[in-house]
């Protein structure tokens, strides 16, 4: 998918899964989970040792099981790593802080790059990259009243919390009343217990609650 493709998916979906696992076999059935409750965008983050391989391995799994499914893959921290992944599908990158080197590498190849931001500064300047929508981490440290302060003097500027997110009314309320385009939700939607348990039918269930709870919100 382009990155207008992935940013109209975020609005409409309004949450991003994410999670990280070095079992191929483990991480597919979690994906297939997701899908199954209704996800299409998903993030696999960066966070161990060939990571790569296990990307590259639901990439394809995904092309070929999950039709329409986004896949993106988190915590980048250069441009290097960010072309392996593009080249491995990766439908969109997202990082914990802006990194002028990867928002090149993704605009020339018109891939979107959510970078986290903490300051209008930041977003600014993201925004100038071809950056469509920003990640605002970690959220529980700055909280709904940040998102509704930025969109004041720019309210075309797309944030999407990550950090701080949990499946419930009130958390949720907070965020999409203060304006966020999307949430992107970890370990409080695909938590330690069920990957434990490869409790893959509760999370399929908890996906589509989720999601459900997302819609109610946002209308």
Same mark, same amino acid.
């Given at each position: 998918?382009?990155?207008?493709?992935?940013?109209?998916?975020?609005?409409?979906?309004?949450?991003?899964?994410? =999670? *990280?696992?070095?079992?191929?076999? &483990?991480?597919?059935?979690?994906?297939?989970?997701?899908?199954?409750?209704?996800?299409?965008?998903?993030? *696999?983050?960066?966070?161990?040792? =060939?990571?790569?391989?296990?990307?590259?391995?639901?990439?394809?799994?995904?092309?070929?099981?999950?039709?329409?499914?986004?896949?993106?893959?988190?915590?980048?921290?250069?441009?290097?790593?960010?072309?392996?992944?593009?080249?491995?599908?990766?439908? *969109?990158? @997202?990082? !914990?802080?802006?990194?002028?080197?990867?928002?090149? @590498?993704?605009?020339?190849? #018109? @891939? &979107?790059?959510?970078?986290?931001?903490?300051?209008?500064?930041?977003?600014?300047?993201?925004?100038?990259?071809?950056?469509?929508?920003? #990640?605002? =981490?970690?959220?529980?440290?700055?909280?709904?009243? =940040?998102? +509704?302060?930025? &969109?004041? !003097?720019? !309210?075309?500027? +797309?944030?999407? !919390? %990550?950090?701080?997110?949990?499946?419930?009314?009130?958390?949720?309320?907070?965020? *999409?009343?203060?304006?966020?385009?999307?949430?992107?939700?970890?370990?409080?939607?695909?938590?330690?217990?069920?990957?434990?348990? #490869?409790?893959?039918?509760?999370? %399929? %269930?908890?996906? #589509?609650?989720? &999601?459900?709870?997302?819609? +109610?919100?946002?209308?």
């Amino acid at each position: 998918m382009d990155r207008i493709q992935v940013v109209l998916l975020m609005e409409k979906q309004g949450m991003v899964p994410l =999670f *990280f696992n070095p079992d191929i076999d &483990l991480c597919k059935q979690i994906v297939k989970a997701v899908y199954d409750g209704g996800g299409r965008l998903l993030e *696999f983050t960066h966070r161990g040792a =060939f990571a790569h391989e296990v990307f590259a391995s639901l990439s394809r799994y995904i092309k070929a099981e999950c039709p329409g499914m986004a896949l993106g893959i988190g915590s980048i921290t250069d441009a290097a790593a960010a072309s392996y992944y593009m080249m491995c599908g990766a439908d *969109f990158i @997202v990082t !914990p802080a802006y990194k002028e080197d990867i928002a090149r @590498v993704c605009n020339r190849r #018109k @891939v &979107l790059y959510a970078p986290g931001i903490g300051s209008l500064t930041e977003i600014q300047t993201a925004e100038e990259m071809g950056c469509e929508v920003v #990640k605002l =981490f970690p959220g529980s440290v700055y909280g709904p009243g =940040f998102i +509704k302060g930025a &969109l004041a !003097p720019q !309210p075309w500027t +797309k944030i999407m !919390p %990550t950090g701080g997110v949990a499946p419930t009314q009130e958390n949720l309320t907070g965020w *999409f009343d203060a304006g966020a385009i999307c949430v992107g939700m970890g370990s409080k939607l695909i938590s330690k217990e069920i990957i434990a348990n #490869k409790a893959y039918a509760e999370l %399929t %269930t908890k996906v #589509k609650d989720t &999601l459900a709870l997302v819609s +109610k919100v946002r209308s």
